[in-house]
């Protein structure tokens, strides 16, 4: 999933990943008026998108080949507005099991944690 | 905020409200591919947006004048994958508290239960 | 797991199951001061021992045999204190899927909602 | 709340605070019987009452005079299950807000990270 590739959803957010490892990515999003509120603020879906993709990023290069993984649930808990600027969302697979992986993400607007966000995935061989 | 307001975010995912009520809201979201993810699946951040902007549409009618809120965290939990049809999201405030409420949010796609969520918002005077 | 069962750390908080159904469990425990805080509240990991039972309770009779589950994760949500009386858990599976299951619990004191609880279960084979 | 003083529910899990200061706190539980479920695993609400209490006490340093705290909601994240030895239970406070405090635990079995927790807790004046 390399910067730059369609990824339907994510391009609407304008998301680009600037890093992916396996366990770990790092995401970029540009504050635009399109990803605001009615309040002039960015909407907590947009960063939540940032964490969820950035989840996806850093536990599909630790899959073994044949293996999906899907979500079971994410919590995401939001600090401080953000108005402009941009977005950086760092993400760590903190636990890597066979049948459930758990990552968590951290979001920072300009220097200041704005988020943070913990889930669960479930790995599998469909 | 009525059906047909623009939303900036609520708007890129396509997102309806079809009643909002003091302590209920229900959204309409018609699935494209705009609003999937790269294995033809919506993207978990939609039905997110979903809920969140449904418990902020139903928690909203129910602030004093000058009261706002803010969300405090939201937890969402992954069913079934959607791929087509719409997904109908019904919100319920569930504690009415002084400072903070908490909500919980049902998605159904065509009949089936695909998430659900539930979060706190902060409710405040500035 | 019948009432009166030992059940190590569930008898320290005194929880009594009133009925374990497949997908269905409701369990008593009843206030007293070894239960509560510094500040003469019921701790919150009560109410939590409850709910984190509750679902086990509902979950395991639906398994097959051979099965056994564990929780990934449980988010529980407080809405008022609890001082005297009965605490009342009941617990519903949402998602009975083939390896994660979903279930949700409400726990109510004298009539009044006081926590709600979601929590992801993994199924399998050991 | 030093090491020794009577709190209730703590002490009926044992558990024991070897350092609390402003943001910051570390207890410990002894493993045992009583602390166990049927399949001789410690109790998921041990943990998180380690994690829920120890949240709790890296806040109150933080508090001003006069005010209080109280759990919003957690959500426990369990990786390994716990059989013997000690758990530890770090936590942070890693937003301080005015009325809104975000804590995280770590909890460590052996060395082992076997849990993962992150809290919302309303700051008051009563």
Do not use: W
């Not at 969820?52 to 850093?58: L, N, V």
């Not at 758990?102 to 669960?120: K, P």
């Amino acid at each position: 999933m390399p910067s730059g590739t369609p990824q339907g959803f994510s391009d609407l957010v304008g998301l680009e990943f600037t890093d992916i490892e396996p366990g770990y990515s790092r995401g970029v999003v540009e504050v635009s008026d399109d990803l605001k509120n009615p309040h002039d603020v960015v909407h907590g879906a947009v960063l939540y998108a940032m964490a969820d993709t950035g989840m996806g990023g850093a536990l599909y290069p630790k899959l073994d080949e044949g293996q999906r993984c899907a979500t079971i649930e994410v919590k995401i808990s939001y600090f401080e507005p953000v108005r402009s600027g941009d977005v950086i969302c760092e993400t760590d697979l903190l636990r890597d099991g066979k049948s459930v992986a758990y990552l968590e993400s951290e979001l920072r607007n300009d220097g200041t944690v704005v988020a943070r966000a913990s889930g669960s995935y479930s790995v599998f061989t469909p």
